[in-house]
């Protein structure tokens, strides 16, 4: 007996296709939960001897540990769980191919311990980042600061909102006009290149604050600063989940230009900011363009580009 397509020879073939739509509801407080519980794990860690970190160099030249190793498979783990459906795209899992991610309706995008860095110069200032991403923005973000017993959390349309020891509260961007003076601008002290100096010298004697990881997205979205200029290299992972954070207190997260891997600028910043355009994810290249944070801005910013 003959089969399959070859017996369809010479007749219009049919089609096999057919649509499934997949409805899952999701619980903020089970991701709460696992942002949390990774962050448990970082600290037993952090608290350990630093002999058994287990410290690499990846291939970029940035450091693993076992902390990112063990909060990565908490992380995933509780994930596959929760969403058995949902792809999870993770800083230290093997990257999926643009051409299958850009199909993606929903995933997950996780960076399980920002700040590698600072968690090896043992300053507290590295956080646990995941986010619930539709298509090219995120829709969901929890942020867990381990050392300060903290939990910042945003779902689209719903706040954002700090949970603590204290208690649980709604947190608002600052407001503020461009010349205003004194305005909080917080920094990466590793990368203060010319560009970034350019930025602050827009302003009207700006106060500069320095710290790490993702908590500097997380200072604009609870008001501890105004702005914060990211003109050097950074990937979705480690700005996604903070970002709705900072559009649910009021404030956005804008492009500034395309750069290279170094850093090195392909834009003028001056031109490309003041188009308004928020950072979009799940491109091919998953570096993201230069970029500023704002609170609530009472204008837009004038760049003085012409």
Sequence with gaps: MGGGLSALRGEETPDY???????VELQVEDIIATAQAAGRAILQIYNSEAS?????????????????????????????????????????NKMTPHAVRQKFQYYWLVDPLDGTK?????????????????????????????????TYWAVKGKGAWLRSAEGQRRIQAAEFAFDDKGLKVVASSSHLNKETEE??????????????????????????????PRLAPTCEWDIAAADIIVREAGGVVLQAGAQ????????????????EAAVVYNKEDVLNPYFVVFGKRKAPINTGSS
Excluded at 200 to 228: D, N, T
Aim: charged content about 20%; aromatic content about 6%.
């Design 17 to 23: 296709s057919m649509e499934i739509q997949l409805k």
């Design 199 to 228: 930025f602050i010298a827009l302003f009207q004697s700006p106060e500069l604050v320095q710290v790490g990881s993702s908590l500097k997205l997380l200072m604009v979205a609870e008001g501890a600063a105004h702005i914060y």
């Design 118 to 150: 600072e968690f090896l110069k043992r300053n507290g200032q590295f956080t646990v980042n995941i986010a619930l991403m539709c298509g090219s923005a995120p829709v969901m973000g929890v942020v867990d600061v381990p050392c300060q017993g903290k």
């Design 52 to 92: 058994t970190w287990e410290v690499q160099m990846k291939s970029d030249a940035s450091p693993l540990t076992r902390a990112d190793r063990e909060a990565n498979a908490i992380i995933c783990q509780a994930l596959q769980n929760i969403s058995p459906h949902i792809p999870i795209i993770s800083e230290e």
């Design 260 to 275: 290279d891997a170094k850093g090195n600028p392909l834009q003028d910043w001056k031109d490309e900011l003041v188009k």
